[in-house]
């Protein structure tokens, strides 16, 4: 690819382009299965606010929003949740989704935000969960279609 990839803090929680990613009810459900539909604001910032310790990043393309996703504090401080992964259907199948992932784990790394990252994806997901396999997350749990995959980022 020869555009620049970049992440960069949500700081402020702007929602605008996360709501231009999501584009029908059924890939809503893949970001978050819970969420009401349309896209209800408050239940989204509530989710993602920073004073809370959640924080929301976009993947800008040559300075575009393109992608996006969150870590979600967890109640052990050395575990954050990976959540709201979503790549803008326009730029799919071109490695951001690899990309972002690939980047969160160094911001996590790098500012010591967590030792581990988890996430949960549907059984019935197979692009989100090759994707994640690929980036090297492991299923540790199962609970209907709900798949709860980890992955170590330091090592003891
Ligand atoms: C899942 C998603 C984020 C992947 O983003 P992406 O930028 O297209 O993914 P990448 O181009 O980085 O591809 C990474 C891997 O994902 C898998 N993948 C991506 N698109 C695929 C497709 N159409 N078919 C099969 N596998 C696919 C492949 O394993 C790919 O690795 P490869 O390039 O070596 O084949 C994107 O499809 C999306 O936004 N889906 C809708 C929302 C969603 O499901 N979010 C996840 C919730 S848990």
Known sequence: MGET??????????????????????E?????????????DTEWLEKLAFNDGHRS?????DGEPVGH??????DDAHIRRIVFVVVAPHCRQ????????????????????AEKLT????SHNRIAKSLYEKCGY????????????EKLLISF
Not at 57 to 61: N, Q, R
Not at 94 to 113: A, H, P, T, V
Request: with cysteine.
């Open 138 to 149: 492991r299923v540790y749990a199962i609970e209907g279609t709900a798949m709860d995959m």
């Open 69 to 74: 996703l969150a870590l979600r504090r967890t």
């Open 28 to 40: 809503q459900r893949l970001v978050w299965p819970d969420s009401k539909f349309p896209f209800f």
């Open 94 to 113: 071109k490695g951001i989704g690899r990309f972002m992932i690939n980047e969160i784990e160094k911001i996590c790394r790098r500012e010591k935000l």
């Open 119 to 122: 996430l949960r994806v549907r």
């Open 5 to 26: 990839l970049e992440m960069i803090l949500n700081y402020s929680v702007n929602l605008d382009g996360l709501k231009k990613m999501i584009t029908s009810p059924d």
């Open 57 to 61: 990043y976009y993947c800008l393309m």
